[in-house]
């Protein structure tokens, strides 16, 4: 597509509840970050694939966070056992890191997830 | 760890001034420093670029400098617009690497 997808927009979830967030990253990035945002705060890393390969999640808060992307192209994260401090906006971006190693960032629009 | 820091408090300035958006950062030698928009709702949007052995880019009324002595780079709008209003983030790129984001300093330009 024309830029990076992000779905749902909005999620509210129970405290507890499970959910998956999806991204559908620029077609030929062979890169994709997933970012959290809280209110008022800058993005803040959570993991980062080259194509199918996870290759740094060092960002992620909790063993109850777990990101994938099998083909290389969609990534999925998912959130178990929701608690209210995941309360935030999950950014997903896609990159061509450029021959000269620049990495820059073109970012979907988020999704915001309320945990009640 | 690397830290990095913008002002925190919104900067408001009157259309047609100049506006300069500060970012320092302390314990990190990045090989680019990056410049993103962001607006209410929506995700960053990508500026400029700068490398870190460049002192200063334009990009129409844009202008970013890097310095890697005092670890600062300087955001400039100038001629600034109402449509200029947004949170500018900066961040950190060492290079083949992810990218480490300030907290972004809120910019509201009056008619």
């Known amino acids: 597509g024309a830029g990076v997808s992000q779905s749902p927009r909005y999620k509210v979830a129970k405290r507890g509840q499970d959910v998956a967030l999806r991204c559908d990253p620029i077609?030929?990035?062979?890169?994709l970050f997933w970012y959290q945002q809280a209110l008022g705060q800058g993005p803040e890393f959570l993991t980062y694939f080259q194509n199918e390969a996870q290759l740094d999640k060092s960002g992620l808060p909790s063993d109850r966070f777990f990101a994938e992307r099998p083909e290389g192209s969609v990534s999925t994260l998912k959130i178990q056992r929701t608690q209210q401090e995941d309360s935030a906006v999950y950014l997903c971006a896609s990159s061509l890191i450029r021959d000269t190693g620049a990495n820059v960032l073109t970012f979907g629009a988020g999704s915001r997830l309320t945990v009640l | 760890s690397q830290k990095i820091e913008q002002n925190s408090e919104a900067l408001n300035i009157q259309e047609g001034k100049t506006a300069t958006l500060t970012c320092n950062y302390t314990?990190?030698?990045?090989?680019?420093l990056q410049w993103y928009r962001q607006d209410p709702g929506r995700g960053p949007v990508f500026l400029l670029l700068?490398?870190?052995?460049?002192k200063e880019k334009r990009k129409e009324r844009l202008k970013v400098t890097f310095d890697t002595t005092l670890k600062q780079s300087l955001f400039h709008i100038t001629a600034s617009q109402p449509a200029d209003s947004a949170t500018y983030l900066c961040a950190l790129d060492g290079g083949y690497s992810t990218l480490t984001f300030g907290k972004g300093t809120m910019l509201l330009v009056s008619p």
């Open positions: 077609s030929g990035h062979v890169s």
């Open positions: 700068i490398r870190e052995n460049e």
């Open positions: 314990n990190y030698s990045p090989a680019y």
